[in-house]
C-alpha cells in the first residue's frame, strides 16, 4: 500500500508509541500504515459514512490489524468509547470549519488529548487561529504539493509543552524593526506599545501562513506564496474600476501586502 503524500506527512507528525483517534479515517490506511510502522500502538478509526468505514474494515482486516485499530460509525468524537483514552486525535480531508465544530463539539475528550494533527482543506487561518485562542501550541507544520494543490499539516500540544510557533515569529518581527532604521539596531528592550503591535501582526500573519512555515522557512513556502500571488493579481485585473468593487480592491491588495511581509519576514528568518 503506497500512501499519498499528504498522507505520508500526516504519518510523519503522530508522536511514537501514541494511541490515537483518526476522525474521518476514509478508507483507513493511514491507521493502517501507523500501526504496521509501531508509530500507534492503538487507533481508534472513525468516519461518519457508512461505505468508507465497511471499506476501511476490510482494509483492517486483510492487513490482520483488527486487533489494534477499531472502526466506529461516529458523527465527529460523539461516538469515541468511554473507556477509550487516546493521547491525540487526527483529523484530516474535511473544512476548516467542520475541523473546528468537531473540536468544539468534543471538547470535554480533546482537552484530554496531549495532542491535536490537523489538515483543514480550506478556511485554515481559521484553524490556526483557534488554536492559538484556545491554548494550543503549533509546534510543527508541513506542507506538500500534490495533484496540482498545496496541502498544509498541524501538529498542536496544549501551551507550555512545546516551543511555540508564533513566538519565533514574533523574535522575527522584532529583528525587522530593528533592521529597518540603522538607529535601531543597538535597541535591547523595544518599547512596550510597538512590541505588542509588532506581537499582533506576527499572529496576524502567522494565521494566514503558518507561524512554524515562516519562521523556520519551508522549501515550498515561496512556491506557494508565488502561486497565491498569482491568484490575487488575476483577481485584481478582474475587477472593474467601478465604484462598486473599491472595497475589494483594497481588500485583494491588503492580501498582496500580506504576501510581500511574508517573503520578507521568511529572508530574515534564515539569518537569525
Not at 500502538?41 to 482486516?61: C, F, N, Q, S, W
Not at 491554548?135 to 498544509?152: A, L, Q, T
Not at 522584532?174 to 523595544?190: C, N
Request: with cysteine; net charge negative; hydrophobic share 45%.
Amino acid at each position: 500500500m503506497k500512501l499519498s503524500k499528504r498522507m505520508e506527512m500526516l504519518v510523519s507528525m503522530v508522536p511514537i508509541k501514541t494511541v490515537l483517534c483518526d476522525v474521518g479515517c476514509d478508507h483507513g490506511y493511514v491507521a493502517i500504515d501507523l500501526v504496521e510502522k509501531g508509530i500507534c500502538t492503538k487507533v481508534y478509526a472513525m468516519d461518519l459514512r457508512e461505505g468508507p468505514l465497511a471499506a476501511a474494515k476490510e482494509h483492517i482486516e486483510e492487513a490482520k490489524l483488527a486487533d489494534h485499530i477499531e472502526t466506529i460509525l461516529s458523527d465527529g468524537l460523539k461516538e469515541l468509547p468511554e473507556d477509550a483514552t487516546p493521547d491525540g486525535m487526527l483529523a484530516a480531508g474535511m473544512g476548516g470549519a467542520l475541523t473546528i465544530k468537531i473540536l468544539e463539539e468534543g471538547a470535554e475528550k480533546v482537552n484530554a488529548m496531549s495532542y491535536l494533527i490537523l489538515q483543514p482543506q480550506s478556511e485554515i487561518p481559521d484553524v490556526r487561529a483557534w488554536l492559538d485562542e484556545n491554548g494550543y501550541k503549533i509546534c510543527r507544520e508541513d506542507m506538500v504539493f500534490e495533484d496540482g494543490k498545496f496541502y498544509f499539516a498541524m501538529l498542536a500540544k496544549k501551551a507550555g509543552e512545546e516551543a511555540d510557533s508564533y513566538e519565533k515569529l514574533e523574535n522575527c518581527f522584532r529583528e525587522m524593526w530593528r533592521q529597518t532604521d540603522p538607529a535601531r539596531k543597538a535597541v535591547k528592550v523595544i518599547p512596550k506599545q510597538i512590541s505588542d503591535t509588532l506581537d499582533e501582526m506576527a499572529r496576524d500573519l502567522g494565521d494566514l501562513f503558518g507561524p512554524a512555515l515562516l519562521a523556520a522557512p519551508h522549501p515550498l513556502m515561496v512556491d506557494y506564496l508565488q502561486f497565491v500571488s498569482a491568484e490575487k493579481r488575476k483577481i485584481l485585473a478582474s475587477l472593474s474600476s467601478t465604484i462598486d468593487h473599491e472595497d475589494r480592491k483594497i481588500e485583494v491588495a491588503e492580501d498582496l501586502e500580506a504576501i510581500r511581509l511574508a517573503g520578507q519576514i521568511m529572508e530574515i528568518a534564515k539569518k537569525i
